[in-house]
């Protein structure tokens, strides 16, 4: 297998969306097995000053779509974070699991060295990148923060998400492993 710029971003992002939607099913199960208001899941959060359930899954998603835009000069597909129930969020997913499958990976070729500006924070600080630093030491970081912060919400709510969910919540096949 050759390894390639495309191979390092596109695939374990997909990957990742998969076993994030996979949690989240549990999630939503858990809270009616349980007679619980889903909502309750939806509105918590890790600590007080962290932004609850829905603004994870808005930035997961987020972080996902941007490496194409930024790395590869992808045209960026509009999802306003409106997404607050467990469909929504779910089908949030599924929208930037169908924009990632849609780049070509021709659109990567040659983009290693691109350069990548992000204005961060209140202050709008700026951070310049060249696109395979962007993807290794920003967006994929990122990504797996706000997914592990969704899974650690559910978890601390009580649903029955372990380790190989967050691993393995897609089902990796054997080869795979």
């Not at 780049?103 to 204005?119: D, H, I, K, N």
Request: aromatic residues 10%; glycine residues 6%.
């Amino acid at each position: 297998m050759t390894i390639t710029f495309y191979s390092i971003a596109i695939p374990p992002l997909i990957r990742g969306l998969k076993n994030l939607s996979a949690i989240l099913t549990k999630g939503e199960a858990h809270a009616k097995a349980n007679g619980i208001d889903p909502q309750v899941y939806l509105d918590s959060r890790l600590h007080p000053d962290m932004a609850a359930l829905p603004f994870q899954i808005h930035r997961v998603s987020d972080s996902a779509k941007f490496v194409p835009v930024r790395c590869a000069g992808v045209e960026a597909p509009s999802f306003p974070d409106v997404e607050q129930t467990f469909p929504e969020l779910q089908a949030r997913i599924t929208k930037t699991i169908e924009f990632l499958e849609s780049v070509p990976e021709s659109a990567f070729e040659g983009q290693e060295g691109r350069e990548v500006v992000l204005q961060i924070g209140p202050q709008k600080m700026e951070i310049r990148f060249q696109a395979l630093d962007y993807l290794g030491n920003f967006a994929t970081p990122n990504f797996w923060f706000h997914i592990t912060t969704a899974y650690g919400i559910l978890r601390s709510k009580g649903v029955d998400v372990g380790k190989m969910d967050y691993l393995n919540g897609a089902k990796l096949t054997k080869t795979e492993a």
